[in-house]
């Protein structure tokens, strides 16, 4: 009985395949770690949103200073696995209409926060490939009397 057998491949192409899979590696490893990185961004950005919110829900209550306010904005973000220091204002606007029959006051918070981009490849890589600042502001209006 004779057997038939059929090779897959060539040895000549065998290593053409290796070839090609070295070249298209480094290629696919920066677009993964890309696709991470935007989604880490986009995480890392959703805290900060939610930071400032936070920060003015306190802010327009009586009885918080300021330094309250940019503590509880510091610990959200240290909860929510935000590194670094990020730079926090809380200021207060104060607006007076023309009939000055009332004024009205709001607190703005802004919360930024400097992204490393390719933060864990540039760390292995031993640089950096830039960085993105992550800011996000809250208005909210102080409905209470003072």
Same mark, same amino acid.
């Given at each position: 009985?004779?057997?038939?057998?059929?090779?897959?491949?060539?040895?000549?192409?065998?290593?053409?395949?290796?070839?090609?899979?070295?070249?298209?590696?480094?290629?696919?490893?920066?677009?993964?770690?890309?696709?991470?990185?935007?989604?880490?961004?986009?995480?890392?950005?959703?805290? $900060? #949103?939610?930071?400032?919110?936070?920060?003015?829900?306190? *802010?327009? +209550?009586? !009885?918080?200073?300021?330094?309250? @306010?940019?503590?509880?904005?510091?610990?959200?973000?240290?909860?929510?696995?935000?590194?670094?220091?990020?730079?926090?204002?809380?200021?207060?606007?104060?607006?007076?209409?023309?009939?000055?029959?009332?004024?009205?006051?709001?607190?703005?918070?802004? $919360? #930024?926060?400097?992204?490393?981009?390719?933060?864990?490849? *540039?760390? +292995?890589? !031993?640089?950096?490939?830039?960085? @993105?600042?992550?800011?996000?502001?809250?208005?909210?209006?102080?409905?209470?009397?003072?």
């Amino acid at each position: 009985m004779n057997s038939i057998t059929t090779h897959w491949m060539d040895d000549n192409e065998r290593g053409a395949v290796l070839v090609e899979f070295a070249l298209v590696l480094p290629l696919l490893l920066v677009l993964f770690a890309g696709m991470f990185d935007l989604g880490l961004a986009f995480q890392r950005y959703q805290a $900060v #949103t939610n930071a400032a919110r936070e920060g003015a829900r306190m *802010a327009v +209550l009586p !009885g918080y200073s300021t330094a309250e @306010v940019e503590s509880r904005v510091r610990d959200y973000l240290a909860a929510s696995g935000v590194p670094g220091t990020p730079t926090i204002v809380v200021s207060q606007i104060t607006m007076t209409p023309v009939d000055t029959l009332f004024t009205l006051k709001k607190v703005h918070v802004q $919360v #930024t926060h400097v992204f490393t981009v390719l933060g864990p490849i *540039a760390t +292995l890589v !031993g640089g950096t490939f830039g960085t @993105v600042a992550l800011t996000s502001e809250s208005v909210m209006r102080i409905e209470v009397a003072s």
